[in-house]
């Protein structure tokens, strides 16, 4: 279910290396960003272990508000700290 519209446009992962050699500031945006995802995700495993079915709903759906917020798209109305 997709909560947008949205394109995807493919693109080889070879491309996307020589692209990140020749713009240094692209490689820092795709290295932030894939750190960022990898300790939202870190930090979303620990807590899920520790709830319930309810309370990781609405885990996800606060997480899922934030992130929409953060991309500067309509986001679900819930409070993101």
Do not use: K, Y
């Amino acid at each position: 279910m997709a909560l947008e519209d949205s394109e995807v446009c493919p693109i080889h992962f070879s491309q996307l290396e020589r692209l990140a050699r020749e713009l240094p500031s692209l490689q820092r945006n795709l290295n932030r960003a894939l750190s960022l995802e990898i300790v939202r995700d870190h930090e979303m495993l620990l807590m899920m272990g520790q709830l319930n079915a309810e309370e990781r709903m609405a885990a996800f759906l606060l997480d899922l508000s934030c992130r929409m917020a953060n991309r500067a798209t309509p986001a679900l109305p819930l409070c993101c700290a």
